[in-house]
C-alpha cells in the first residue's frame, strides 16, 4: 500500500487533530498531493492541495482552520486540523496527482494513488 493514513480520532467540537499520510516509495516526493474527504451518502470533497514547492491551496470549508504540510525527508504528508465541527466528521483520505508537481486539482478525479482512510469523528 503506497499510501497510509493514520491519526484520525473521535474528538469533541473545538477540538483538534493531526493527520499524517506515509508514503513508501520516492515518486511520492515529486508530486501533487491532497487531502480528500467522504461523509456518509456524499461525494469525495478535495479539502487542501500541496505541491512540490509546499505551495497550498485550501477549501473554503477548511479555510484558516485546516493546514496542509509535507515533509519530504520523512516522505510523509500532514493535515493539521484546528477548531473541528461536527460537519468535519468524515473518512479521510490523502491521494497523489502523478501527472502534476504543480498547479495542484482540487477534482478527486485527477488523483491516481490513494490510502485507504482515516476516520475522524467530530461530537458536541
Known amino acids: 500500500v503506497p499510501l497510509v493514513e493514520s491519526g484520525g480520532d473521535s474528538v469533541q467540537v473545538g477540538g483538534s487533530l493531526r493527520l499524517s499520510c506515509a508514503a513508501s516509495?520516492?515518486?511520492?516526493?515529486?508530486?501533487?498531493m491532497g487531502w480528500f474527504r467522504q461523509s456518509s451518502g456524499q461525494g469525495r470533497e478535495g479539502i487542501a492541495t500541496?505541491?512540490?514547492?509546499?505551495?497550498?491551496t485550501d477549501a473554503d470549508s477548511v479555510k484558516g482552520r485546516f493546514t496542509i504540510s509535507r515533509d519530504n525527508a520523512k516522505n510523509t504528508l500532514y493535515l493539521e486540523m484546528n477548531s473541528l465541527k461536527s460537519e468535519d466528521t468524515a473518512m479521510y483520505y490523502c491521494a497523489a496527482d502523478l501527472a502534476r508537481i504543480w498547479g495542484c486539482s482540487p477534482s478527486a478525479g485527477q488523483y491516481n494513488d490513494w490510502g485507504q482512510g482515516t476516520q475522524v469523528t467530530v461530537s458536541s
Open positions: 516509495g520516492p515518486i511520492y516526493k515529486n508530486t501533487c
Open positions: 500541496i505541491d512540490i514547492h509546499g505551495t497550498s
